[in-house]
């Protein structure tokens, strides 16, 4: 969907390393974007990322995409990069999985269900 003719496009993890690369090249390249960056900031560090984001004039909610009420603050949009995950292969090894089921799977569906209600398109890293 576009608002006043601009691109919309959520990047849930925007704090994130790929997340907050992908949110700066692409309003740099395209500053007519309007670019949201969705995080929850689990990721120690990734809070270093939210004054680049912002000086970027790319909006930042913190929010958790386990949460579909934290897609609330978002809005319409265009697209969805779903860059937000517990990306560590060994996470869940020695403790319960549930916490990566929660973050990548049940997160994703709720993304994947937030870009349904736009017709968004959807990339999923
Ligand atoms: N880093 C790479 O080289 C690389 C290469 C290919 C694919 N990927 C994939 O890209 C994705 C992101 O990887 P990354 O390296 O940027 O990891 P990252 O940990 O730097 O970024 C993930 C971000 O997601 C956020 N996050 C975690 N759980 C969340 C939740 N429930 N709600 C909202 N935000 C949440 C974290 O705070 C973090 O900022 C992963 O799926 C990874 O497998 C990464």
Known sequence: ??????????ITGGAGF?????????????????IVALDNLRRRGSELNVPRL???????????????????????VSAVLE??????VLAGLESSPAAVVHHNLNGTVNCLDFARKFKADFIFL
Request: glycine share 8%; proline share 2%; with cysteine.
């Open 83 to 88: 860059c937000s995950a517990e990306p560590s």
């Open 18 to 34: 790929v997340g907050s690369h992908l949110a700066i090249q692409l309003k740099a390249k395209y500053s007519r974007y309007e």
């Open 1 to 10: 969907m576009k608002k006043n003719g601009k691109r919309r496009i959520l």
């Open 54 to 76: 912002k000086a970027m004039d790319i909006k930042f909610v913190h929010g958790d995409v386990r949460c579909i009420e934290d897609f609330e603050g978002v809005g319409a």
